[in-house]
């Protein structure tokens, strides 16, 4: 106990403020989504949650599905985050952040590359949790292919962030002598989370001009 305890004193205080940062984002994901939804109950039925694991488990296996993969942790892979990201953008961003939440801790048990457990949640389950704000954006923002490009934006960059404060704060010693572990960490996970966008989103707005989003919306949205 004595040393978990020390173990969060030495936590620095950039941890502790992008924690609570993503804490509030998600807070507000919640709030957004009950009023939106205020004259009817919102709720997780039993077919989103079926929904929702089928997605996180396509997720889990396509990421097994490596194209590059990087010497301290991330890869480039067959489309992985965009089943979790369909998820939530069908069904919005609560079910959406759960569902991000458990590809994270399935991530983490596929194989961890971590410094301690902070670096942990910074890598896998708040990493991932980003990916349900891909459904945050209004309806308000007509065209399909805008709203969800902003939101594979939104996700990934969540994302980046999370990997690049754990790279910068625990990885920095694999920095190039002499370089910032900001500036390393930053090129780092920007090197292969840039591929993972552009290839999600040319894939994820095929799949949105096909009858496959258009079933998905119609049985799956609230």
Known sequence: MNEFLASLSETPMMVWVSLGIFVILLITAVIIKSQKVKATTPKLTSKTLAFGGMCVALSFILSYIKLFEMPQGGSITLVSMLPVILFAFVCGPTAGIIAGLAYGFLQFFQGAY??????????????????????????????????????????ILGRFCMHLLSGAIFFGEYAPEGMNPWIYSAIYNAGFLSVEFVITLIIGIIILRTPIYKYLKITFAN
Do not use: C, H, V
Request: proline share 5%.
């Open 114 to 155: 971590a410094a301690n457990w902070i670096s942990i949640l910074l890598d896998y389950p708040l990493a991932f949790a980003w990916l349900g704000f891909a459904g945050i954006l209004p309806k308000a923002i007509k065209s399909l292919e805008l709203r969800f490009s902003l939101g594979i934006l939104i996700a």
